[in-house]
């Protein structure tokens, strides 16, 4: 489960505290993947700072688990997302004998 990877489909995302939970690098996010494939990992979480995620959960109330995602910014992470950029229709919009 690697977090956000540096490509258009997560254009825009932000991290709060980028060097506790940075923006992951294609070529290293890949290399990782394949890395865990090869060895038969079960599961890959990447980065290291996210295996936080499941022992918050396990040992404080709801609450407090969602005050530590909001601090280390993961309930904002998205507020800037714009995505990639949808291609142009291959003919154009409203043409004749074409679905608009």
């Given at each position: 489960?690697?977090?956000?990877?540096?490509?258009?489909?997560?254009?825009?995302?932000?991290?709060?505290?980028?060097?506790?939970?940075?923006?992951?690098e294609?070529?290293?996010?890949?290399?990782?993947?394949?890395?865990?494939?090869?060895?038969?990992?079960?599961?890959?979480?990447?980065?290291?700072?996210?295996?936080?995620?499941?022992?918050?959960?396990?040992?404080?109330?709801?609450?407090?688990?969602?005050?530590?995602?909001?601090?280390?910014?993961?309930?904002?992470?998205?507020?800037?997302?714009?995505?990639r950029?949808?291609?142009?229709?291959?003919?154009?919009?409203?043409?004749?004998?074409?679905?608009?």
């Amino acid at each position: 489960c690697p977090f956000f990877i540096k490509t258009g489909m997560f254009e825009g995302v932000q991290t709060r505290w980028p060097k506790l939970l940075p923006l992951l690098e294609p070529e290293y996010a890949a290399s990782k993947i394949v890395s865990a494939v090869r060895c038969d990992q079960p599961m890959l979480i990447m980065p290291l700072v996210v295996h936080l995620a499941p022992l918050l959960k396990g040992i404080f109330p709801p609450a407090i688990t969602d005050y530590c995602l909001e601090w280390f910014g993961v309930l904002d992470a998205m507020d800037e997302f714009r995505g990639r950029a949808a291609p142009p229709p291959p003919y154009p919009v409203g043409a004749k004998g074409k679905a608009a």
